[in-house]
Structures are given as C-alpha cells and as structure tokens.
C-alpha cells in the first residue's frame, strides 16, 4: 500500500443470503483524515463499518491499515483499530472505572496516567468513575465508550453515528476530542449525518444501496440527501 495512506478498502462485498449489502466498497483515507460516510439507514454504512472493524467477515475484497492486511492479520487488527458502535457496549452494573479495568488491563498506556492528564480527562471519564453505567447520561455513556476503544491507543478510530440522540454540549465535546486526536495523525472513519461532525471531515462518501461513492465535502441539507437517495 502507498505509505501515504493510513487506510485503504478494495473490493469490499456483503450478502445476506441473496440479499447484497455491499458491493465493491472502495476508499482511502490519510493519515490526519476524517472521513465520513453517510447515508439512509439500511444502505450498508454500519455493516462496512464492523466489517473493518474485525465484528463481520466480508465475503470478498481486501482492507489494509498502514499496510498489514486487516482481514487477515485480525490481531494486529485489533489493536491497530478502536471501534464505538451505535450499541452501548459497555456493562451496565459496573462503574465506568471497572469497565475501563476490563479493557486496560492488556493495554500498553497507562490508564491513570490517561485520567490525569491524557485522553481520558480529556473526555471528561475522570470525573464520573466511581458512578455505574447504568446511571450515566446518553453522552457521558458515549464518551466513556471512546475511551473504552482508545485501550490499545489505535491508528484509526471508527465510529457509527457517535452523535445520535445526544445534546449540544456531549457532541461539541466528541466533536472536540476528534480534533485532538487528528492532530496526531491519526485517521477516523465517522458514519453520520450530522452537519457539525460532516465539517470536520476531509472527505464524505455516500452509502446507497450497498454502493459507495465519494462525493463533494461541501454537500449539505437537501443537497446531500439527493446523493443519499
């Protein structure tokens, strides 16, 4: 793979029994990149999503980050890539501290040393560990599912719909963390439709019956739902 790109998908398909959920998804995105890919529900944009992060198999096609094959190599995978899924993977009897034990403790950051004065407190999770999940708002529960996906500090950070049904403030503050985190060269690959987290992105792709096509970042509104459709 051209050392350029943090990511590339070729070829990418999916069915369900005679059902074709994707078919030749193809992108590349840089290191430092955003790249959102929106798109009607049930087009496929979840499916892709899990597929590159290691929850599907794909029936055919090929996907590299900084060039090790993910498809194959699924435990370089694994810690390469974070995940946060629409679903709330986290359990909702612990505290968010012993939920982020389960995860950090095969991770090589330091977790308290994150809650001092690293990712972790940038997302706020340090003010909130003595509390159960179950207790936690809608954003606190997304944010700490990021800081959950950060255990083995991945290179790509995949996220589907992290904004959906939150407030102005939680989606101001993810918003806020992606920033941090590009800065560092890393590469997030977002499924959404909100118009803030769209503008943070180098690229946006539409998803459309299983087909997926780049299209103008600056498309909007009406204009973007055309695409969609």
Sequence with gaps: MDNEYSVKVEGVCKSYGRKKVLINASFIARQGECVAIAGLNGSGKSTLLSILAGVQRA???R???NGIDIFRDTKAAGRMIGYVPQENPLIQDLTVKDNLKLWYCDSPLDMEKELRDGFLKLLGIDKMLKTPVKKLSGGMKKRVSIGISMWADPKVLI??????????VAKKDIREY?????KRGRTVLLATHDEDELNICSKIYVMSQGVLKETSKELRGDRLLE???
């Design 59 to 61: 029936d055919n096609g």
């Design 159 to 168: 996220l589907d719909e992290p904004s959906a049904a939150l407030d102005l």
């Design 227 to 229: 695409e969609m459709i």
């Design 178 to 182: 992606l920033k941090t985190y590009l």
């Design 63 to 65: 996907a590299e980050v």
